[in-house]
């Protein structure tokens, strides 16, 4: 069975050699697509014969796909440039490969790296992901925190090892994303008409605070296990008070049409 490693880029140059390192005798081949990076994304990726190709973006499952479509190979490992793998999971990896099970589904441990700390609570692991599959079989859906789509009939396998996530360097890094993830989530849920009482919202993001930090042991991950649950709560807080801004302006539209 071959592999294919397939990624996509936007200026990433403080993560991508790690990545591709860590894919190094363990796959059959690297695509990358990337979205004009104005960085040195390019040209450390010429340094580990990747296949390089250049994309406008399309959105997280439309990139994704696209750059599948590009691959030799039929089995693809979906990897972000800021993960790699671990030691054990390049192993699972190989071993898989002797298999003839063309209509896999590996399911993957994510195990994410904060501020330089592995977070091993917090709901944030193990954060399972399917990470390889079949293409013929299997595609990226949605438009946010997008998901693969795969028969049901598919032998799903848990792989050994972790997969490993340097997602954010920074706490501002982590509340750069909040925001413009809960922009995105905010349209999502409005162009779906979710509508939620201030009250319910302030209950929701309490719970989630509660649910993460108590009850999923994000207090044993310390001084980061704490931030974490906290800016998770108020991304939740944020989202709804983005939609009910939403809202406003919708009115103050119809407003200005009947005035």
Request: charge should be positive.
């Amino acid at each position: 069975m071959y592999i294919s490693a397939v990624i996509i880029t936007k200026d990433e140059e403080r993560n991508i050699k790690r990545c591709l390192v860590s894919l190094q005798g363990v796959v059959d081949e690297i695509i990358v697509v990337d979205s004009f990076s104005t960085d040195k994304t390019k040209s450390i990726c010429e340094q580990y014969n990747v296949r390089f190709f250049q994309q406008e973006w399309q959105g997280y499952a439309k990139q994704k796909n696209y750059a599948n479509s590009l691959a030799t190979y039929d089995i693809i490992l979906s990897i972000d440039a800021d993960e790699a793998l671990s030691l054990e999971l390049q192993q699972s990896l190989i071993e898989l490969k002797l298999k003839e099970n063309q209509n896999i589904v590996g399911q993957l441990n994510r195990l994410t790296n904060y501020c330089g700390q592995w977070i091993y609570h917090c709901g944030w692991y193990p954060d399972k992901k399917i990470r390889l599959f079949n293409r013929n079989y299997a595609k990226w859906e949605g438009f946010i925190h997008e998901t693969v789509s795969y028969p049901k009939e598919a032998s799903v396998i848990a792989l050994h090892g972790n997969l490993f996530h340097y997602s954010y360097h920074s706490i501002e890094d982590h509340l750069k994303q909040i925001n413009v993830f809960t922009t995105l989530t905010a349209a999502q849920a409005f162009e779906k008409r979710e509508k939620h009482l201030l009250f319910s919202v302030m209950i929701i993001s309490c719970w989630k605070f509660l649910r993460d930090y108590v009850f999923k042991g994000g207090f044993r991950d310390g001084y980061y296990g704490y931030v974490i649950c906290r800016i998770s709560a108020f991304a939740t807080f944020l989202k709804y008070i983005k939609l009910k801004q939403l809202y406003k302006q919708q009115q103050g539209k119809n407003h200005d049409i009947y005035h």
